[in-house]
């Protein structure tokens, strides 16, 4: 059986599968980014294509990814509309949504994320 090649975004940003291991990582002292996805989703393959630099450059945040179809209740809970969105946590709080209308590029990513800091 031949292994497939992980794509290194894989390695860069981790799965939330479950409620509660979402709910553990956005409750700590450290900066969640979670981006909400779909397997189906267009435009989430197209962030994955330019998502890897800007995780390297942004490094202060853990980088976690989360299937919204498997999820929903957490993605209905936090105004998650469309995706990709991206989510930044502390402390149990939603610190700021990049929506998925102003995620398509990675300038907008960036912008975003700059001005987090």
Not at 53 to 79: G, H, T, V
Request: hydrophobic share 40%.
């Amino acid at each position: 059986m031949c292994k497939m090649d992980s794509k290194e975004s894989e390695l860069l940003m981790k799965t939330i599968t479950t409620a509660e291991q979402f709910n553990e990582l956005i409750s700590g002292q450290q900066k969640v980014l979670v981006k909400f996805y779909a397997g189906w989703c267009p435009d989430c393959t197209r962030m994955n294509m330019f998502i890897d630099p800007i995780i390297e450059e942004y490094n202060q945040f853990d980088w976690y990814e989360l299937n919204r179809d498997e999820l929903p209740e957490i993605a209905d809970k936090y105004d998650v509309m469309g995706i990709p969105s991206l989510l930044i946590f502390q402390n149990g709080e939603k610190l700021a949504h990049l929506h998925s209308a102003n995620a398509k590029t990675p300038q907008q990513v960036t912008e975003f994320l700059a001005a987090q800091q």
